[in-house]
Nanobody
Framework: QVQVVESGGGSVQAGGSLSLLCVAS????????MGWYRQGPGKERDLVAT???????NYADSVKGRFTISRDNAKNTVYLQMSSLKPEDTSVYYC?????????????WGQGSQVTVSS
């Protein structure tokens, strides 16, 4: 299975921008479909952006047009660029596999990265 370490994030005012970075190890990263997920206070973890091994992307309606997912296979890294942030984007953000663009159902998750957006 893949191991991941998320970083970036932080606190920002509404309308601001932040970037997240996820470094993966443990398997052949370039073969993997990857995704960014988030879990807000008292909420379930949701898949917000995916990128296939071929580079095709997809986004949840709530972040479409504001978030951009990308990857660098040479660095085993997937990125999430977030702009026009809203208070409702406040969550812990995780990266993990997203096979076929679907949410990962496995048990392993990294520590996540906190994003806090104030109004």
């Amino acid at each position: 299975q893949v191991q991941v370490v998320e970083s970036g994030g932080g606190s920002v005012q509404a309308g601001g921008s932040l970037s997240l970075l996820c470094v993966a190890s443990g398997t052949t990263f370039s073969f993997l479909d990857m995704g960014w997920y988030r879990q807000g206070p008292g909420k379930e973890r949701d898949l917000v952006a995916t990128i296939t091994s071929g580079g095709s992307t997809n986004y949840a309606d709530s972040v479409k047009g504001r978030f951009t997912i990308s990857r660098d296979n040479a660095k085993n890294t997937v990125y999430l660029q977030m702009s026009s942030l809203k208070p409702e984007d406040t969550s812990v953000y995780y990266c993990n596999m997203a096979p076929g663009g679907r949410a990962w159902a496995g048990g392993y998750w990294g520590q996540g990265s906190q994003v806090t957006v104030s109004s």
